[in-house]
């Protein structure tokens, strides 16, 4: 802890040898992520430094790391706690690739730009050498922007816009001055960030900035809370959340177009329910919990599972029985 109250620490790799140095950054971040690397990189030295400040609610690094894959995985989620969305400030110009699990395609990450994440939700992003920033933040600090901050999975602020340039600016400024500040000027610095994130993302999304983009808002949460409150409906579909609620067909495909559209995002709240109650729920019949989110048959989910989160149930099931429960010497 800093005299100024904000809560510091420092990971470097550089003392360690060669082929711990991955690793080492890998088991600093195993709580939250998977890292994935190939046989080579663990062979290779590995360059990670991080500064990582704790203000308040907020959670902010300073960080610098070659070439890395990581992920979030399904398995990871659903036997941890940490939650809240991540955005991750990227302040180099290399280009990254990511992939959710609501698309299933990959896509590419501007250098410059800022990705945001929920970490309830799978994530695979392939990072190249590069500094970032990433800020952590209660999930409430957005509502006021997205009634279910999920939403903001995966997307992205790209790096020619005004809003971006700024926010990577203030965000750089910050962590480059926090241990000369007053904790209650560096929480109001990092509270004025996060807003200025989310209203660039609300915009980004077309749910803020004109009464048109409150009206789509609205729509958006809407059809949101339908879902999640008829998840257990095998006859919830596209077709009934529009009849249901009698939206427009064509703004609600824009709406939930980065999601792979509605019925891509029912599928995904059914197998994220799931794959939680299978943890949860050991001793439940599988395919019980499948019925349970709305899947009309016990193929049905376990085709949809894998294709996803490329397990089955059972093998989600016993991986984690595994983890819970590790072989003694």
């Not at 080492?24 to 195993?30: D, K, V």
């Not at 077709?239 to 064509?250: F, N, Y």
């Not at 019925?263 to 059914?270: E, M, Q």
């Not at 395919?287 to 996803?308: E, P």
Request: charged fraction near 25%.
């Amino acid at each position: 802890m800093r005299a100024n109250g904000i809560a510091y620490n420092r990971f470097d790799v550089a003392g360690l040898p060669l082929q711990q140095q991955l690793l080492a950054y890998w088991e600093q971040l195993g709580h939250v992520i998977e890292v994935v690397p190939s046989h080579e990189q663990l062979r290779q030295p590995f360059i990670c430094i991080n500064d990582r400040y704790d203000i308040g609610e907020f959670r902010m690094s300073d960080t610098y790391t070659d070439d890395v894959v990581i992920e979030r995985t399904i398995a990871r989620i659903s036997r941890d706690a940490a939650r809240g969305i991540g955005f991750t400030i990227f302040l180099d110009g290399v280009n990254h690739s990511a992939m959710t699990h609501a698309t299933k395609r990959e896509y590419t990450v501007l250098g410059g730009s800022v990705f945001a994440t929920d970490l309830d939700q799978p994530i695979r992003l392939a990072r190249h050498a590069c500094r970032y920033i990433t800020l952590v933040v209660p999930r409430n600090q957005l509502e006021h922007v997205f009634d279910d901050p999920g939403a903001i999975h995966g997307r992205m602020l790209e790096p020619d816009k005004h809003g971006t340039r700024l926010i990577v600016q203030r965000a750089r400024t910050l962590v480059e001055n926090f241990r000369y500040m007053l904790f209650e000027d560096a929480h109001r610095g990092v509270t004025d960030l996060v807003q200025l994130i989310a209203a660039a993302f609300g915009e980004e999304a077309g749910l803020s900035g004109s009464k048109r983009a409150i009206s789509r808002a609205l729509m958006f949460e809407s059809a949101r809370r339908h879902v999640r409150a008829n998840l257990h409906e095998s006859g919830l579909s596209p077709e009934s959340v529009i009849e249901s609620l009698g939206l427009p067909r064509s703004t609600i495909y824009r709406l939930f177009e980065h999601e792979g559209g509605l019925g891509a995002y029912i599928r995904h709240l059914r197998l994220r329910a799931a794959a939680d109650d299978l943890v949860r729920f050991p001793k439940v019949p599988i395919k019980d919990i499948g019925y349970s989110v709305g899947f009309k048959s016990a193929s049905d989910f376990a085709r949809a599972f894998r294709r996803t989160y490329e397990m089955t149930p059972q093998e989600m099931r016993l991986n984690d029985y595994r983890y819970r429960h590790p072989e003694q010497p």
